[in-house]
């Protein structure tokens, strides 16, 4: 348990459906040229980008093993390969019910389950693959990568217990490396000593205090000249929800619309946490904050969040998406991209950042709260890139669980009404709905 | 008197899969695992198979030493329970022991219902449910010419195969008008008869039993419509019944255990799982029984890790009825409903019919998303159409492609939704 | 050669910037600034001036990304005024103290309310106490020659301050003269190297935190933020001597020496002296002239940098007369008086005797400030020179026209 084993990872848009791997496979497996007989499918829709892949993910906790009644599947608790012993399939087929992945099916001929078994630890198909479209990972690898580079924050900024801003600037900063200037307008990342105090800082890639106001054009100007003197330095801002959605609009807007090559990350805590939680524009209907308190007339905010990152869909970004740290493989994915897409312009991604200290909740829960408020749709997971046209879900949540599943988990909702939640679930849906018109079939 | 923080009563799928399901959260609180019959966990499931001689009994096992061994999971074998007194946290075993826990799963299955037919009690019948159920149906059947089998589901119809594969000759009497009803619509059952018939297997359907009754090694069944019929083997095969027998009184039952969908009973440390439950069904808002051994999977992981205090577990969906069927060769396959478009407007087909060859395909939709599936010998991903249903996903655009490619449309539009 | 050209004062800027080679400029239009914005864009445009061109959503922005710009190496230049300069307030208002050598036009322009687009130095005047150098032209000629010698004030290494050029809106934004444009390579020679950002920088290659909090109520804060403080005024401070220096470099290599301080005219036997600033000295300058033609012993002293307030040489002009009739286009509303005269005061303070002086405030909202107007803040000076009592409030000279 909890080790981390290899699977073949796929990276749809690197496939060119050139079929060798299945060609590959089928040679080693069955002797065969034919693709049909390999134990991995691509298959190619209409469009460019639609592919239908058949692969076993090697899954941490199979589903075909638990399922299969003969006892003849299992997963190797060294190598986490899960393999079929031919001689005890019975060939009842419930394995296949079992997996979503298509990773299993009966052989035609034989009437035993098979399916990939990594090739041992050496999979042929991968070793086939010239686009890269696959590759070998383990769950582990990743975080492996992550910690193989360099923190480029120092230990022991003064974030409080539980910070989701300093998982996320921490993990941002490294992937997107030390040729970077980094701009950390007012707020919680600059309060905590970002670029420092009294001579001292805590950032080791150059950094400095926009205004709250002016983030982006800063930055805008910052990469222009680098532009002009041939150099290529990454501009990265890392702001809150006030300097972004609030008093720096402005200058985000212009610099979106002027295709400024920046990497703008918000991160969204839903108020002025660091100035003791008042309200932003990006603080949901009914919450509590400093400046939208709870009494016998007023019951938090009254209006709803401004929907920010949907705003930037609109304002000719390269890419924008949204993120949560409880989804940090999907960050990394959507920072990689957010890094290619600022050498054409600006790439926004608005991370959803839960506040223990001023949302009131437990350090401790922090994660928890991510993955409901995206289990709930409070806070959907999306791309968007200029390049595609269109916007996709890259955790679409089909039964989402009901808004008051998250809401009650936070301090700052404790005291909704009925009504309130009611509001609040109408307005989820309804913004599921608009994006979901954007996601173009 | 034992101590153990988990207690897992049952050595099925479902108790096997809470195993796992605790361990996610709980690496180390112990873990203590009874079984009735003296046995390496198997599956029901199997015994078809190993009747008809294709698996071998010494072979069935599900799991070996080193799965309790790494997990460490004390499994007694041969220990079970006889009352689980609720309010004491206490289980008193057969062999005398006591054991206090923390916390109770119930996974302890189901047991055979047998129907209350004139004469049945005096006859040589047989059910099949245990390892030993299936091994004296072995026995008997080297020597026997003929059996009847009560009852066209699941069982009985894999015995049918099982059986005349072995060279009986086989009659199955169904009081329903079709074979294997809760899975299959008209046509596709009519399919599957005529398999079954075209290899000498004889069916009656529509037929209730008036009487039984048993002498020379042979047993005799009348029925209602004046048929007499007689074998060298009956076999009784009408369904199951949870088997709820140790529970006392204060945890809530109906036809089942009603658990909610984390598995949880009224009591509060005591969860059951798999087929001795009554749960939520998928579609509709009632309680159902659904003795399936996916289910079972699912709810012990989610009973596990519901135990082991794991916030992030999921909910269980819901019950679905789904099943894959072998019948000579032919490959069947059900998942979720599979009827009801002629009297419910809202749900429409799309089917495919050979008159050639024995290939059936049914989706039946409700608008855009699927409700169920029936495919016998089609091609397409069991797993993935299992999951559009589960997740009612929106197949408008796809439904054309879905119909007449459902391998490659499946697997399309599983594929765009992963990351 | 030297080109020759008929233009108007922003032109005359935007030849300015153009031989000053930035590396960018932000425009956004504000009259009386907007022609100056176009004649700059069209330049680029042109190839005239081969800068980044940041045609940005507002001026807060424009001074951000000079601001960006300036602390990655680029030399910058941009113009605004009034409302524009008032919303740039914020990045304008952190600018000197991040020592960034910024140039900026200043077409001045007065403030609202009432709502009014006319020349008057209320903008300028506004922000005058915040670090920004400012020098006020005079004329066409002196606009594009004062822009050019800006960059070079401004990123000398002793001053590394940023510098305002204000010329007035409508007087001189509009009015249009002969000018001539320096050549491109005599230009190079004068600028040199720039070098802007060797003392703060936002680069990989020498990394490096930008203004980290500093202060508080202990430690080393206090200490660090009085230095950084008083090496700000030191800046100001050396500007006197490079404006001086530049200046006269300027006048070396090019023929035209501008005043670069204070400018005294017909003042060695004056009696008395009005002081001006910006383009009312040439109206103020023919009234001079006509009292001189008299027997009136009148001069005149103009102010061409106005901050830092160069005070040694201030003293020198100032107490060479007996009263002065102070001549402001702005108004100081905590003092009653214009914001020369006021500071004309304090400047006072440092001499043993007492010179009686008059505020005067003309010129508002595009009003004209003609020779007749001079002739009466000569009269007004003159009388107090007699010993008649000067008035305790200011005389408003366009209030009856
Ligand atoms: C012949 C047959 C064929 C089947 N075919 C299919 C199929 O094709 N597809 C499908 O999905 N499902 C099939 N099933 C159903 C499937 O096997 C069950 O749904 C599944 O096994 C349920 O798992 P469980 O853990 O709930 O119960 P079980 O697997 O029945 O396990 C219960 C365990 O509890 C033990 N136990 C009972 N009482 C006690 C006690 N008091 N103390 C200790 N231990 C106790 C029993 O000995 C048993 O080992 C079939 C069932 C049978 C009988």
Known sequence: MGKAYYTIAIQPEKCNGCNDCMVACAQKKEGTTNPSDARLSIELGEEALAKGFALCRQCAMPQCVMVCPSGALRKDEETGIVSVDETECVGCRLCTLACAYAGIALHPKKQKAVKCDLCGGDPTCVKSCKTGALSLVTAGDLYRRWGDLEDLFVPGMSFCLGCNSELIVRHTLRRVGSNTVVATPPGCVAGVGAVGVNGFTATKVPVFHPLLTNTASMLAGIKRYYNRIGREVTMLALAGDGGTADVGFQSLSGAAERGEQIIYICLDNEGYMNTGAQRSSTTPFGAWTSTTPVGEALKGKTRDAKPLPVIMVMHNCEYVATACSAFMEDYYQKLEKAIEASKKGMAYIHVFSPCPTGWRFLPSKLIEVGRKAVASNMVPLWEYSREGESLRFTQPVDNPIPVEDYLFLIGKYRHLSREQIEHIQDMVNERIRILKALVKE | MINTKYLLIGSGHAALSAIDGIRMQDENGPILMTGAEGRSPYSPTILPYVIAGRKDPSKTQLKDEAFFKTRKVIFMEKDPVKVLNSVMSRAYLESGKEVSYEKVLVATGAVPQVPSIPGLDDCPYEVLRTMEDALKIREKAKKAQSAIIVGAGLIGMHLAEALSSLGLKVTVVEALPHVLGTYFDEVSSQMIRQSFEERGVKILTGCLISKAASGDGVCALSLQNGIDLSANMLIIATGVRPRTDILDEYVKKDKGILVDNFMKTNVPNIWAAGDVVQCKDFFEDRMVLNGILPNAVQQGIIAGRSMANDNNVKPFRGSIAMNTFSFFGNKALSIGQVNGSDNNSDLKEDIILSSSSVRYQKILYKEDIIRGVISINTQLDPGVFLRLIIDQISVHEQKNLLGASSLKAGRLIMSARWR | ?401
């Open chain 3, 1 to 401: 050669m030297p080109m020759s050209i008929v233009c108007d004062g922003n032109e005359a800027a935007a030849w300015g910037v153009a031989r000053a080679k930035p590396d960018m400029v932000a425009v956004y239009p504000i009259t009386p600034q907007s022609s100056l914005a176009e004649y700059i864009s069209q330049f680029v445009a042109d190839g005239i001036i081969q800068a980044d061109l940041m045609d940005v959503e507002g001026e807060h922005t424009v001074l951000s990304v000079l601001q960006g710009a300036c602390l990655a190496g680029a030399r910058t230049f941009t113009a605004t005024c009034g409302q524009g300069l008032a919303f740039m307030f914020e990045p304008y208002f952190r600018t000197p103290p991040l020592r960034l050598p910024i140039v900026m036009s200043i077409v001045t322009r007065d403030g609202i309310t009432p709502q009014c687009v006319w020349g008057g130095q209320q903008d300028a005047m506004t922000v005058k106490e915040v670090g920004w150098i400012q020098m006020y032209c005079e004329d066409v000629q002196e606009v594009m020659d004062t822009v050019i010698m800006a960059f070079k004030i401004a990123e000398h290494p002793d001053v590394m301050l940023p510098v305002n050029v204000c010329h007035d809106g409508n007087y001189l934004s509009y009015g249009v003269s002969k000018a001539e444009v320096p050549d491109q390579e005599d230009v190079d020679a004068f600028l040199g190297r720039k070098n802007t950002n060797w003392h703060v920088a936002l680069d990989p290659e020498r990394p490096m935190a930008v203004d980290p909090l500093t202060g508080g109520a202990g430690g080393a804060g206090p200490s660090m933020f009085v230095r950084y403080r008083k090496g700000l005024c030191k800046g100001m401070q050396n500007a006197l001597r490079v404006i001086t220096d530049v200046h006269a470099d300027w006048a070396r290599r090019f023929g035209r020496p501008w005043a670069p301080l204070v400018e005294e005219y017909r003042l060695e036997d004056a009696e008395y002296a009005i002081v001006t600033i910006g383009s009312m000295t040439g109206a103020a300058k023919d009234a001079v002239d006509e009292a001189r033609g008299k027997g009136k012993r009148v001069g005149l002293i103009k102010f061409k940098t106005f901050r830092p307030f160069p005070l040694k040489a201030a003293l020198s002009s100032l107490s060479k007369v007996k009263a002065l009739g102070v001549v402001d286009r702005a108004v100081n509303f905590g003092w009653n008086c214009g914001p020369l005269y006021q500071e004309i005061l304090a400047a006072l303070y440092h001499l043993r005797e007492c010179i009686p002086a008059i505020s005067f405030i003309g010129g508002l909202a595009g009003s004209d400030l003609t020779v007749d107007k001079f002739n009466m803040v000569i009269e007004e000076t003159e009388a107090v020179y007699r010993g008649k009592p000067g008035p305790t409030e200011p005389i408003w000279l366009n209030e009856k026209d």
